[in-house]
């Protein structure tokens, strides 16, 4: 209901109202950002340039917008932008950085170790199914909702969620036998 009104109140002419959606999404979009670049300057970078997207395009959305999936649609898409631009993806782990980590909290040896093995394990988790695992473990996202975001079907992304998840366990599993 928020989002609509602030939405009504920006195709009124309110250019001020998109505030509101600045300090909504800000931090949770910085955080998807940043596990998706694995730098938190890169990261604010890409909201930025997200939110200056959003808001030359925001007239020309239906009513009916979903603010959600289309604010992660376009930082998903700044994203690849970028990392093509730049020739480097490098993702971290889904599982390592919470929010907790976000705030400095430090994590035990054994931890550590583990995070940095479920970090190498993400690296080699081909990109769509990446996207698809990060949004719907990490942000919380429906099937549907990541579809959305993506622009593919809730089918496909539970297919690529389903396959992301496997080749994760036997990636992780065949590199952490001892």
């Known amino acids: 209901m928020l989002e609509a009104a602030l939405i009504a109140r920006i195709r009124t002419g309110h250019a001020d109202a998109f505030e509101g959606i600045v300090e909504k999404y800000q931090y949770s979009l ?12 890169t990261a ?4 930025q340039d ?11 959305t239906d009513s009916d917008l979903n603010l959600n999936a289309w604010l992660y649609r376009i930082a998903t898409n700044t994203a690849i932008q970028h990392l093509r631009r730049r020739k480097l993806i490098s993702f971290i782990s889904f599982e390592a950085l919470t929010k907790k980590d976000l705030a ?4 035990l040896p054994e931890q550590a170790a583990d995070n940095l093995a ?6 080699k988790i081909p990109w769509e199914q990446r996207v698809c695992l990060i949004l719907h473990y990490v942000e919380g996202f429906t099937y549907r909702e990541t579809g959305e975001t993506l622009g593919i079907t809730e089918d ?3 297919k690529r969620v389903m396959r992301g998840v496997q080749l994760f366990r036997r990636l992780y599993d065949g590199g952490n036998e001892q």
């Not at 910085?30 to 300057?41: A, F, K, S, V």
């Not at 400095?104 to 994590?107: A, F, I, L, R, S």
Request: proline fraction near 0%.
């Open 30 to 41: 910085t955080r998807y950002l940043l596990r998706l670049t694995g730098d938190y300057e």
């Open 50 to 60: 997200t939110f200056i997207k959003a808001y030359a395009s925001i007239l020309k």
């Open 44 to 47: 604010r970078d890409l909201v």
């Open 104 to 107: 400095g909290t430090d994590t």
């Open 118 to 123: 479920i970090q190498e394990t993400i690296k």
């Open 156 to 158: 496909a992304v539970r």
